[in-house]
Nanobody, 116 residues
Framework: QVQLVESGGGLVQPGGSLRLSCAAS????????MGWYRQAPGKQRELVAD???????DYADSVKGRFTISRDNAKNTVFLQMNSLKPEDTAVYYC??????????WGQGTQVTVSS
């Protein structure tokens, strides 16, 4: 069974931190580029960050210096550490797994709300 299961979302005040996790099963995890996307109300889904099997990372300009993506290949898990959160970070965050010649996989999404 191919599955991405997310956890760690919630409500946090501006300036606060949150750590998202995504556990993958049913795939050869180390062969996939893992990513985090988000979709805010009324907006398109956008790439937040991604990380290759070897640990190379890329970030959206809006989160550089605040968010850190990482992965633990032994645990088939990808993380998103979110610091200095802003209200505009409020969105549903989705885990993504991507590999050449294979359809992309998506998690169910986890809600992140940044509000005072």
């Amino acid at each position: 069974q191919v599955q991405l299961v997310e956890s760690g979302g919630g409500l946090v005040q501006p300036g606060g931190s949150l750590r998202l996790s995504c556990a993958a099963s049913g795939i050869n995890f180390e062969m996939y580029v893992m990513g985090w996307y988000r979709q805010a109300p009324g907006k398109q889904r956008e790439l937040v960050a991604d990380i290759s099997g070897g640990g190379s990372t890329d970030y959206a300009d809006s989160v550089k210096g605040r968010f850190t993506i990482s992965r633990d290949n032994a645990k088939n898990t990808v993380f998103l550490q979110m610091n200095s959160l802003k209200p505009e970070d409020t969105a549903v965050y989705y885990c993504n797994a991507d590999r050449r010649r294979v359809p992309a996989l998506w998690g169910q999404g986890t809600q992140v709300t940044v509000s005072s």
